[in-house]
């Protein structure tokens, strides 16, 4: 016997048609489900019931059994513990990665390049002219942005005809200024001598791992490398030094 209305049964459905704790039921020889016949033979009686609306099924052990098999899932408390467990991560990792001394840190290294660069064109340009940038004629008997054969503790962004020298001599490019930016050139400060062929261009960190550099160490007054270091960006006044 053949029952074509089984066909269009979903899958839990006719689970659920093969059970003998449903009623109402009939007894048939054989029954076909869409892909194949199933002979009572195998299961000695074959029990279809006919399709009960799903609210009554929710009483039935073998709905249950059913539903635990194929609607797995978290409950309520489990998922406040995963989300409660994911927060404390968020925290401890924003706690040590720390946003703000990474951006510290960003700013700190584009200085410190920007004070390398600057240093190793005036080495360059004293190789060239046998004299500093900050020398107004070739005797160097007058001097560039106001300064004298001595620099000390004077800002980038205060020696722009020194800068200008440089990048005339094409130690740095024509945009160098304009690229650093007032903002960076302000906070790098030179030291140097004509005479003595010397010169040492430094910065303040702000970030906590730059301050704690070995290197940052130097007087913010004349350069010299006797600066007690706090530690502490923002007690710290000790420079950070190329010479």
Known sequence: MVFPQLRHLTSFEKVLTLSAKLLPF???DRFDLGRGAIDKNIYNKIIISYRIPLDKWKSNRLYLNY????????TLIELLIVIALLGALAVGLLAALDPFEQLKKGTDT???NTVSEIQGAIIRYYAIKNQMPWCADANCGT??????ETVTAVTADLMVNTVGNIVTSGELKTDFITLAGATTLAKIVVFGSNDDATVQVCYKPTAKSFTNDP???????DGAD????????TTNTCLWCVK
């Open 26 to 28: 009939l007894f048939v």
């Open 67 to 74: 539903m635990k098999k194929v609607m797995k899932g978290f």
């Open 110 to 112: 584009g200085v410190r």
């Open 143 to 148: 001097f560039e942005d106001g300064l004298g």
């Open 215 to 221: 290197n940052t160490k130097f007087s913010p007054t």
């Open 226 to 233: 006797t600066c007690v270091n706090t530690g502490d960006p």
